[in-house]
């Protein structure tokens, strides 16, 4: 019996260059290995780890000590294992109409915002595809620049802008439109402005990234076989980047639903959003087996939109091929 | 006694006849670039109308704006005896085939196709029922639920053609229509498009860069150089009597030779060369001063070559020697060397087989070429 490899072989020669060949490959596969490692010890170390961490405390019981809740695994003498697993904080999450509310809030809050950054990033998206080529680049110069400043100075910005003595009333009042100061600061209306503000480049990015790629002939043909503006957008454009839509939607929903700064300093006590809760949860009540609760609770609520995404791109993809 | 003519194959003659496309002085400008530059064309219904020239020409600029998907910078185009400048694409009587044929990628053969009835509200089983037809008249009957990706190159040509004829557009617009074609599918679908245009009795109106398939398809040529026409006419008309030294040199292969006129009768004229040194006589008098700078053209297919003088050289004949032969089995291309600095193209169809493996015309052998008065055509520009 003679391997493959030695019954192609016709000569010694050809027989060691192609063992030599064999060994280049297997290296080549070591090398993807090694390089494919990095990425996955990292998410593993960095993401994977405390996640497991924040599961077993949301698992655990509050106690006045240090770290301030209960051990998972306790040894009992004689090397008895005592497994500790407690979900009253999941039930308590569910009992207590405040998180509830708060889940609520957000989830309508970062509904609400993902819709505005895309009614208003999708028509800036197409105006940038659109622009000859000097000013696309400046445009999406003007996108990105923003991330140039701190987030959190950015915010502060608005603060001033917002205020009953801020920039915005000042220059009502003083061009006659109204009389009294506008409230806007701590109210939803101004966490809405500093969501949408802080993530509709998100938006325009991805929208971008994907409009770039449209063929503009469709729009032509569609057009030619009778299909007005309006009736073109509605039945080939907006269909063909609807990737773009789902990835910026997400790219928006998930951090803006977990948002903590723009409702604390934005929002004041009137804005209810679940960042804050688990912030006051985890400092205010150190409370950290209920904070824990709340942020897998959270994660969860995040994640099966995701997975859903996932499922969608992975149909259309398999369409495609 | 008097019988009119017929002119249904032939409208452009009629001159009763009124055109279905009128371009009237039409430019296109594109910043400094001058596209389409004041065009006159009256195309006639039934025709199939080529507009044929190289990249950047303009012919490509003026279907688009036949479509509407660009504005004419000045001049007007009527359809149909309406203006249709302010006319935007959809809601013009024209369908367009594109070059990439512009399928939509998410949707299937049979929505593709039925796209134009369902934006004009057509109702649901009238679209079922006119898709399937037109499905069944391309022969893609059993492709109906494929998308785009899942076709071949010449399937999605018949889904474009099939989705821009559903409507009856009065005119259809087809931009390079054989350009992706390999070449036996070209000659098929060739045949198709005509076979259609005839059915359907609708006037095409197709842009190419492909002289041979102009030649095929069209009722009517245009040429079209630097956004101008250079000459409109049949393919014959084209071809027999080119009117510049550009068209006879675009359409098919020419022997061109400067010379003056030396003789101008009623019935014929004499065309001096001195390079190569050779008078032509042409067999039809022309409006053209004696002494008057001349083209004149001859194809190499007009040409007879042989090894023994025909007449007397010196008009309509000529001495030189074979500097090469291109064999191409039902005929052959001779270049010909004339007074050791001049070749002259011959096309010749091999009518006998070689004897004893010599053929009848060898390399570097002395010939004589000799055409027929009305072979060569003057050329004054």
Same mark, same amino acid.
């Given at each position: 019996m003679s391997t493959p490899v030695e019954a192609l072989a016709t000569t010694e020669e050809d027989l060691k260059t192609r063992i030599l060949y064999r060994l280049m490959r297997l290296a080549q596969d070591r090398w993807r290995t090694l390089i494919l490692i990095i990425p996955f010890t990292w998410l593993l170390v960095f993401f994977l780890a405390p996640f497991f961490l924040v599961l077993k405390i949301s698992l655990a019981e509050t106690i006045i000590a240090s770290p301030p809740f209960t051990p998972m695994i306790e040894w009992v003498d004689e090397g008895i294992m005592h497994v500790r697993v407690v979900v009253d904080n999941y039930a308590y999450l569910w009992e207590d109409d405040l998180y509830v509310n708060t889940y609520l809030s957000s989830l309508k809050i970062s509904t609400v915002s993902t819709i505005l950054c895309?009614? $208003?990033?999708?028509?800036?998206?197409? +105006?940038?595809?659109?622009?000859?080529?000097?000013?696309?680049?400046?445009?999406?110069?003007?996108?990105? $620049?923003?991330?140039?400043?701190?987030?959190?100075?950015?915010?502060?910005?608005?603060?001033?802008?917002?205020?009953?003595?801020?920039?915005?009333?000042?220059?009502?009042?003083?061009?006659?439109?109204?009389?009294?100061?506008?409230?806007?600061?701590?109210?939803?209306?101004?966490?809405?402005?500093?969501?949408?503000?802080?993530?509709?480049?998100?938006?325009?990015?991805? $929208?971008?990234?994907?409009?770039?790629?449209?063929?503009?002939?469709?729009?032509?043909?569609? +057009?030619?076989?009778?299909?007005k503006p309006m009736a073109t957008f509605f039945t080939v454009t907006l269909p063909l980047t609807?990737?773009?839509?789902?990835?910026?939607?997400?790219?928006?929903?998930?951090? +803006?639903?977990?948002?903590?700064?723009?409702?604390?300093?934005?929002?004041?006590?009137?804005?209810?959003?679940i960042g804050r809760v688990l912030y006051n949860e985890f400092n205010a009540n150190v409370d950290w087996p209920v904070a824990s609760a709340v942020a897998i609770a959270l994660l969860l609520l995040l994640v099966l939109p995701m997975m859903l995404y996932q499922h969608i791109q992975g149909k259309e993809t398999e369409s495609h091929e | 006694m008097s019988k009119t003519p017929d002119y249904s194959e032939r409208p452009w003659l009629d001159p009763e006849a009124e055109p279905f496309i009128k371009v009237q002085s039409v430019s296109k400008h594109f910043?400094?670039?001058?596209?389409?530059?004041?065009?006159?064309?009256?195309?006639?219904?039934?025709?199939?109308?080529? @507009?044929?020239?190289?990249?950047?020409?303009?012919?490509?600029?003026?279907?688009?704006?036949?479509?509407?998907?660009?504005?004419?910078?000045?001049?007007?185009?009527?359809?149909?005896?309406?203006?249709?400048?302010?006319?935007?694409?959809?809601?013009?009587?024209?369908?367009?085939?594109?070059?990439?044929?512009a399928l939509f990628p998410h949707m299937t053969v049979e929505k593709n196709v039925g796209y134009g009835l369902?934006?004009?509200?057509?109702?649901?089983?009238?679209?079922?029922?006119?898709?399937?037809?037109?499905?069944? @008249?391309?022969?893609?009957?059993?492709?109906?639920?494929?998308?785009?990706?899942?076709?071949?190159?010449?399937?999605?040509?018949?889904?474009? &053609?099939?989705?821009?004829?559903?409507?009856?557009?009065?005119? &259809?617009? @087809?931009?390079?229509?054989?350009?992706?074609?390999d070449k036996r599918l070209r000659e098929q679908t060739q045949y198709e498009l005509m076979n259609l245009q005839e059915r359907l009795g609708v006037?095409?109106?197709?842009?190419?860069?492909?002289?041979?398939?102009?030649?095929?398809?069209?009722?009517?040529?245009?040429?079209?150089?630097?956004?101008?026409?250079?000459?409109?006419?049949?393919?014959?008309?084209?071809?027999?009597?080119?009117?510049?030294?550009?068209?006879?040199?675009?359409?098919?292969?020419?022997?061109?030779?400067?010379?003056?006129?030396?003789?101008?009768?009623?019935?014929?004229?004499?065309?001096e060369s001195k390079d190569p040194s050779c008078n032509f006589y042409i067999d039809h008098g022309m409006s053209i001063a004696e002494g008057t700078k001349v083209w004149v053209a001859l194809r190499p297919e007009k040409i007879k070559i042989a090894k023994q003088a025909n007449g007397d050289t010196g008009t309509n004949s000529i001495k030189g020697m074979v500097s090469d032969i291109g064999y191409l089995g039902g005929t052959s291309t001779y270049r010909v060397l004339i007074d050791d600095d001049r070749i002259v193209e011959i096309t010749s169809p091999n009518l006998s087989r070689p004897k004893d493996g010599n053929p009848p015309i060898d390399w570097d052998q002395e010939v004589f070429l000799s055409w027929e008065p009305s072979s060569s055509v003057v050329l004054t520009k």
């Amino acid at each position: 019996m003679s391997t493959p490899v030695e019954a192609l072989a016709t000569t010694e020669e050809d027989l060691k260059t192609r063992i030599l060949y064999r060994l280049m490959r297997l290296a080549q596969d070591r090398w993807r290995t090694l390089i494919l490692i990095i990425p996955f010890t990292w998410l593993l170390v960095f993401f994977l780890a405390p996640f497991f961490l924040v599961l077993k405390i949301s698992l655990a019981e509050t106690i006045i000590a240090s770290p301030p809740f209960t051990p998972m695994i306790e040894w009992v003498d004689e090397g008895i294992m005592h497994v500790r697993v407690v979900v009253d904080n999941y039930a308590y999450l569910w009992e207590d109409d405040l998180y509830v509310n708060t889940y609520l809030s957000s989830l309508k809050i970062s509904t609400v915002s993902t819709i505005l950054c895309l009614l $208003l990033g999708y028509p800036m998206a197409y +105006a940038i595809v659109r622009s000859n080529h000097t000013t696309k680049h400046i445009l999406l110069m003007l996108i990105i $620049l923003p991330f140039w400043t701190s987030f959190l100075l950015r915010v502060y910005a608005w603060l001033g802008l917002l205020a009953d003595q801020g920039t915005i009333n000042d220059l009502l009042i003083a061009l006659g439109i109204i009389d009294e100061p506008i409230r806007m600061l701590y109210t939803h209306f101004a966490v809405y402005v500093g969501i949408v503000y802080t993530y509709v480049p998100f938006m325009i990015l991805p $929208l971008y990234a994907n409009l770039e790629k449209l063929d503009w002939e469709l729009l032509e043909a569609a +057009a030619d076989l009778g299909a007005k503006p309006m009736a073109t957008f509605f039945t080939v454009t907006l269909p063909l980047t609807l990737p773009g839509v789902i990835a910026g939607s997400l790219l928006v929903f998930i951090p +803006a639903t977990g948002e903590y700064v723009i409702p604390d300093l934005l929002g004041g006590g009137n804005v209810l959003m679940i960042g804050r809760v688990l912030y006051n949860e985890f400092n205010a009540n150190v409370d950290w087996p209920v904070a824990s609760a709340v942020a897998i609770a959270l994660l969860l609520l995040l994640v099966l939109p995701m997975m859903l995404y996932q499922h969608i791109q992975g149909k259309e993809t398999e369409s495609h091929e | 006694m008097s019988k009119t003519p017929d002119y249904s194959e032939r409208p452009w003659l009629d001159p009763e006849a009124e055109p279905f496309i009128k371009v009237q002085s039409v430019s296109k400008h594109f910043g400094d670039f001058t596209a389409v530059d004041s065009v006159d064309l009256d195309i006639y219904k039934g025709e199939l109308f080529s @507009l044929l020239g190289g990249s950047g020409c303009g012919k490509t600029t003026l279907l688009r704006m036949l479509a509407g998907f660009e504005k004419p910078s000045s001049g007007s185009i009527l359809i149909d005896g309406v203006n249709m400048n302010d006319v935007p694409p959809y809601e013009r009587p024209v369908n367009m085939m594109f070059q990439s044929y512009a399928l939509f990628p998410h949707m299937t053969v049979e929505k593709n196709v039925g796209y134009g009835l369902r934006r004009d509200g057509v109702a649901a089983s009238e679209i079922e029922q006119r898709v399937e037809e037109m499905l069944t @008249l391309v022969e893609l009957g059993q492709f109906a639920k494929r998308k785009p990706h899942q076709l071949s190159g010449g399937q999605k040509q018949r889904v474009a &053609l099939a989705r821009s004829l559903i409507k009856h557009p009065k005119v &259809l617009l @087809l931009d390079e229509p054989l350009g992706a074609l390999d070449k036996r599918l070209r000659e098929q679908t060739q045949y198709e498009l005509m076979n259609l245009q005839e059915r359907l009795g609708v006037t095409f109106v197709v842009v190419t860069h492909d002289q041979e398939e102009a030649m095929t398809l069209s009722t009517r040529i245009a040429i079209m150089d630097t956004g101008r026409f250079m000459q409109i006419g049949t393919p014959t008309e084209i071809y027999e009597f080119p009117t510049s030294r550009l068209v006879a040199n675009f359409i098919g292969n020419a022997n061109m030779f400067e010379g003056r006129i030396v003789e101008n009768g009623t019935d014929h004229v004499v065309v001096e060369s001195k390079d190569p040194s050779c008078n032509f006589y042409i067999d039809h008098g022309m409006s053209i001063a004696e002494g008057t700078k001349v083209w004149v053209a001859l194809r190499p297919e007009k040409i007879k070559i042989a090894k023994q003088a025909n007449g007397d050289t010196g008009t309509n004949s000529i001495k030189g020697m074979v500097s090469d032969i291109g064999y191409l089995g039902g005929t052959s291309t001779y270049r010909v060397l004339i007074d050791d600095d001049r070749i002259v193209e011959i096309t010749s169809p091999n009518l006998s087989r070689p004897k004893d493996g010599n053929p009848p015309i060898d390399w570097d052998q002395e010939v004589f070429l000799s055409w027929e008065p009305s072979s060569s055509v003057v050329l004054t520009k």
